[in-house]
């Protein structure tokens, strides 16, 4: 997978990250630091 691309959340900003659990590109707005997961895959699970 490559990393160069959208974010596969918001479609509008560079994706920055690769989530594990789900594997989307995500841009920083949609990663969660402390959950190591985008925004969608941190959101709930606790
Ligand atoms: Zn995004
Ligand atoms: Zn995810």
Do not use: F, K
């Amino acid at each position: 997978m490559s990393l160069t691309g959208l974010c596969q959340i918001c479609e509008a900003a560079t994706a920055e990250h690769v989530c594990d659990r789900c594997g989307r590109a995500v841009c920083d707005d949609h990663w969660d630091e402390a959950a190591g997961a985008c925004s969608g895959c941190a959101a709930g699970r606790s």
